[in-house]
């Protein structure tokens, strides 16, 4: 099974080591997987050349193994639709300014046919009432798979 953590788990991950205790049971069982997306964000939220450095790090491996995904111009179109009808149902994400970034990165999970794993509940769980994502938290996901 493939799963994609969110932004939100990765700077968790890297403040805090959220992830340490479960990567070795993740690598067991499922495929990590990143969205180009998130990637983009880790590197955008660095202060310094060594926090760029530390994400550089972790992107790397993820890169090198071919598990990057990179939205295609059709995922965008889908991406951008499934916040027009999130909108037509009175329904707007948390943060407006960045909703359009975690509908591609919703797309891309489910291309992927993986587990979006996610901070952002609220966000990604209204994102499901309009595309068949499946996501958890990771507690959820920690409390599953342990």
Sequence with gaps: MKVVFDTSVWVDHLRHGALTPLLPIVRGHFQIWMDAVVAAELLAGCRSRIERG???KLISPIRKS???R???DEDLALAGTSIS????RGLTLKNPGAALLDAIVAVGTIRL???LVSENRSDF???ALVMPLQTETLAKFSDRIS
Excluded at 85 to 88: H, N, S
């Design 125 to 127: 769980e209204k994102l």
């Design 85 to 88: 009808r999130l909108r037509e």
């Design 113 to 115: 046919g993986a587990l």
């Design 54 to 56: 530390v994400v550089e």
């Design 66 to 68: 071919g598990r990057l």
């Design 70 to 72: 990179v939205a295609l």
